[in-house]
């Protein structure tokens, strides 16, 4: 049996969509929870719809408090072998979690993970069509080389969707309350705990990228956990993968990238934020330029590290 954690906040728009895409699904045996997190629209009325016409749908209605709050108030209940979540203004394409089962049980493995695809705020699942023949399935079980790849940004995405779990793995772990960038803070440590990883090149998960996300708005503070996460990420891998430091580095110079680049488009000049940056691009950004990263990312990253108002100015090329 798989749990499907669905947290919901605001998305009535969207909602039936995710539900239908899932409903819909080749494989039926699914304990599905939907955290109404506080939502002040409709949602918890079509959440308590759908769980009326389905008996495998479970409800639960929370005051807000986020979406790792939600997520983990699902994973607290989780009665499946494995689970999996969704992002509700996000859905599922067809037969993904039956292919994603059937390989974990194959493989005897503890994760698998699958390709996205991005779609716009106003396209339906009746718009997106992805042939998956052919898919090509990769085999992780040396920890070295699954960290590896994961701090890589290869075959194992750090976002929490995408992916079917064993819901033992949530045993001690749970997603950061009040962070934002929340699987940042914890993919990282499901990868270390998966004895086995198994990937594959399939389609399953589509990604709406909306107006109003962390993704597409101007700069926030909030941002800033992102980098934080990283940090935390680096001291992690510091101390149980040494050889993959660099990697781990490079990744807290990524996230100050996307950080800066950001500020400099919404003329964000706090000082004691861009001195924090200036710190961190001086410390662990030649690691950065030594990978084979893109071009302008390394040029910016460079910039940065001689001056964070140099990397401002650029940001608006970007």
């Not at 660099?246 to 680049?261: D, F, K, P, T």
């Not at 140099?310 to 090329?317: I, V």
């Given at each position: 049996?798989?749990?499907?954690?669905?947290?919901?906040?605001?998305?009535?728009?969207?909602?039936?969509?995710?539900?239908?895409?899932?409903?819909?699904?080749?494989?039926?045996?699914?304990?599905?929870?939907?955290?109404?997190?506080?939502?002040?629209?409709?949602?918890?009325?079509?959440?308590?719809?759908?769980?009326?016409?389905d008996a495998r749908?479970?409800?639960?209605h929370r005051k807000?408090?986020?979406?790792?709050?939600?997520?983990?108030?699902?994973?607290?209940?989780?009665?499946?072998?494995?689970?999996?979540?969704?992002?509700?203004?996000?859905?599922?394409?067809?037969?993904?979690?039956?292919?994603?089962?059937?390989?974990?049980?194959?493989?005897?493995?503890?994760?698998?993970?699958?390709?996205?695809?991005?779609?716009?705020?106003?396209?339906?699942?009746?718009?997106?069509?992805?042939?998956?023949?052919?898919?090509?399935?990769?085999?992780?079980?040396?920890?070295?080389?699954?960290?590896?790849?994961?701090?890589?940004?290869?075959?194992?995405?750090?976002?929490?969707?995408?992916?079917?779990?064993?819901?033992?793995?949530?045993?001690?772990?749970?997603?950061?309350?009040?962070?934002?960038?929340?699987?940042?803070?914890?993919?990282?440590?499901?990868?270390?705990?998966?004895?086995?990883?198994?990937?594959?090149?399939?389609?399953?998960?589509?990604?709406?990228?909306?107006?109003?996300?962390?993704?597409?708005?101007?700069?926030?503070?909030?941002?800033?956990?992102?980098?934080?996460?990283?940090?935390?990420?680096?001291?992690?891998?510091?101390?149980?993968?040494?050889?993959?430091?660099?990697?781990?580095?490079?990744?807290?110079?990524?996230?100050?990238?996307?950080?800066?680049?950001?500020?400099?488009?919404?003329?964000?000049?706090?000082?004691?934020?861009?001195?924090?940056?200036?710190?961190?691009?001086?410390?662990?950004?030649?690691?950065?330029?030594?990978?084979?990263?893109?071009?302008?990312?390394?040029?910016?990253?460079?910039?940065?590290?001689?001056?964070?108002?140099?990397?401002?100015?650029?940001?608006?090329?970007?």
């Amino acid at each position: 049996m798989i749990s499907v954690v669905i947290p919901v906040y605001k998305v009535e728009k969207f909602l039936s969509q995710c539900m239908d895409t899932l409903l819909k699904q080749s494989y039926h045996d699914m304990d599905i929870i939907l955290v109404d997190d506080g939502s002040p629209d409709s949602c918890g009325a079509i959440c308590d719809e759908y769980a009326r016409r389905d008996a495998r749908i479970r409800v639960v209605h929370r005051k807000n408090g986020g979406l790792s709050a939600a997520r983990n108030s699902g994973i607290d209940i989780a009665t499946g072998e494995y689970i999996t979540f969704i992002d509700s203004d996000d859905f599922l394409l067809p037969g993904i979690l039956e292919h994603a089962v059937e390989l974990a049980g194959r493989e005897g493995a503890d994760m698998v993970s699958w390709r996205h695809i991005r779609c716009g705020e106003d396209q339906t699942p009746e718009d997106i069509f992805i042939s998956n023949e052919g898919g090509i399935v990769r085999r992780f079980e040396d920890a070295q080389e699954k960290m590896k790849y994961f701090l890589a940004g290869q075959e194992i995405g750090t976002v929490a969707w995408g992916k079917l779990y064993r819901t033992a793995l949530f045993s001690d772990i749970r997603y950061p309350v009040g962070k934002y960038h929340e699987d940042v803070y914890t993919t990282y440590q499901l990868v270390h705990k998966a004895a086995k990883i198994v990937t594959t090149t399939e389609t399953g998960y589509v990604y709406r990228k909306t107006g109003g996300s962390i993704t597409t708005e101007g700069f926030s503070e909030r941002r800033l956990d992102s980098i934080e996460g990283k940090l935390l990420q680096a001291e992690f891998i510091k101390s149980q993968y040494p050889d993959l430091c660099e990697l781990a580095y490079c990744g807290v110079v990524y996230s100050c990238n996307q950080c800066l680049i950001q500020m400099g488009k919404s003329h964000y000049r706090k000082a004691e934020t861009l001195a924090m940056l200036q710190r961190l691009y001086r410390k662990y950004g030649i690691y950065y330029l030594r990978t084979k990263r893109s071009y302008k990312g390394r040029i910016f990253s460079f910039a940065a590290m001689l001056q964070i108002k140099l990397a401002l100015w650029l940001a608006g090329m970007f």
